[in-house]
């Protein structure tokens, strides 16, 4: 029997937290925890920091923006965009282990695009021709975009097109303009050759993969979390027992879980972590809440996409956490206008310390201001730790340099 603590602390030294944060992070640093963490989940949630860069902050501290920038989108990438929990920043050595989703979406009748390729054979077919007669296209590039149907996500027939033939593996991500833009291009001028010429791999083998990368990050998990981490669905299910056969996951009972476990074989169990860290709502930490609350015993849910009526914390709020354990939660807004981190509220959770939590919240918060390039912080009378985290702030609430971005 793995008790609740110990299930906890092999979760968190799985997925990098407590280990002591190098002085310089290079794009090495980065590599490997995309490695570790198996992909960054991009979204376009910009209130703090956008959060495919909030994981790695979360884990090694400040680094230079550029190192990010180049492995995901330079002309030497590390890693290429794609679906893996949600659309996500994966490690090129992944590419033969999803080409089995991309030949299923191809092959496969449900979802929009799909549906429109359906309809539309000759329309991609001509999209496809233009990329590769023109090179690296946005959607609003074709010669025959069409017009964006509908409110907020409506696609025009050029991304509908793009999207369809980047999802069946047809097209890659070249780079993007901005932080929404999409600029798409052939695989084979993207991405490197050894990487595309790869031996083909069995959907199973694939899958397989696929969860050896989730247990790792992971640690600890029910059958449950190991698919939900690439989003496998219920006939992955015997990849799992497969695992177990070959001794890589060990079943295990652990203390209040309701499901049978899987103990990743070469999973650490630390007698002590001491973490430090805000974590954003997109870190594979809290992607299912009800590992989070199962884990972490922290139970969450996303203020921003929240009526405003029922948020109980805030819009945008990132648990803090403390040693191993999550010691608070703060509703946070980098101004950049006015060059301020603003916390809207600060919540100290039940058994944490006030003082101590404070302290290092406000150590945190003056760390992720240097990153931004923010030069000071402001606390707001909101939440029952916000009174102690003022006192601590003004000490770190003016950052003399932040890192290149």
Do not use: C
């Not at 290079?26 to 956008?50: C, K, P, W, Y």
């Not at 000759?122 to 509908?150: F, K, M, W």
């Amino acid at each position: 029997m793995v008790s609740r603590a110990a299930a906890r602390r092999i979760a968190l030294a799985a997925q990098g937290f407590g280990a002591p944060r190098p002085d310089v992070v290079s794009r090495r640093h980065l590599t490997a925890l995309a490695q570790r963490l198996g992909m960054f989940q991009i979204d376009s949630v910009n209130v703090l920091a956008r959060a495919h860069t909030m994981p790695a902050f979360s884990r090694l501290g400040p680094y230079d923006h550029a190192h990010f920038e180049q492995a995901a989108w330079g002309r030497k990438r590390a890693w290429f965009e794609y679906w893996g929990h949600e659309a996500s920043l994966i490690p090129l050595s992944a590419w033969p282990n999803l080409r089995w989703r991309m030949g299923a979406l191809r092959t496969g009748s449900a979802g929009e695009t799909a549906k429109f390729a359906a309809e539309r054979p000759d329309y991609i077919a001509a999209v496809l021709a233009e990329i590769q007669d023109r090179g690296a296209l946005a959607a609003a590039d074709l010669s025959e975009a069409g017009a964006a149907r509908g409110k907020w996500w409506g696609w025009s027939d050029g991304k509908k097109a793009m999207e369809y033939l980047f999802m069946t593996g047809q097209v890659t991500v070249a780079h993007r303009r901005g932080a929404f833009e999409r600029v798409y291009d052939l695989p084979e001028r993207v991405l490197p050759a050894d990487i595309l010429n790869a031996p083909e791999v069995s959907e199973a083998e694939a899958q397989r993969a696929l969860i050896r990368i989730a247990a790792a990050a992971m640690g600890i998990a029910t059958e449950g979390d190991l698919r939900a981490y690439w989003r496998l669905k219920p006939a992955a299910k015997p990849r799992v027992a497969e695992l177990v056969e070959t001794g890589e996951l060990l079943e295990v009972s652990v203390e209040d879980w309701k499901q049978p476990a899987y103990l990743w074989h070469l999973a650490r169990t630390p007698r002590s972590l001491h973490a430090h860290a805000l974590v954003s709502p997109f870190d594979p930490l809290l992607w299912e809440r009800d590992r989070a609350l199962r884990v972490l015993d922290f139970h969450y849910r996303i203020g921003l996409y929240t009526p405003r009526e029922l948020r109980t914390d805030g819009y945008y709020v990132l648990p803090f956490l403390h040693g191993d354990r999550v010691a608070a939660r703060v509703d946070l807004k980098a101004d950049r206008a006015a060059r301020t981190l603003i916390v809207h509220a600060a919540h100290l959770e039940p058994g944490a310390e006030m003082a101590v939590t404070a302290d290092a919240l406000a150590s945190e918060l003056s760390s992720v201001a240097v990153w931004l390039g923010l030069d000071q912080i402001t606390v707001a009378p909101r939440g029952n730790l916000a009174p102690a985290l003022s006192r601590s702030a003004p000490s770190s609430h003016r950052p003399r340099q932040s890192p290149s971005r």
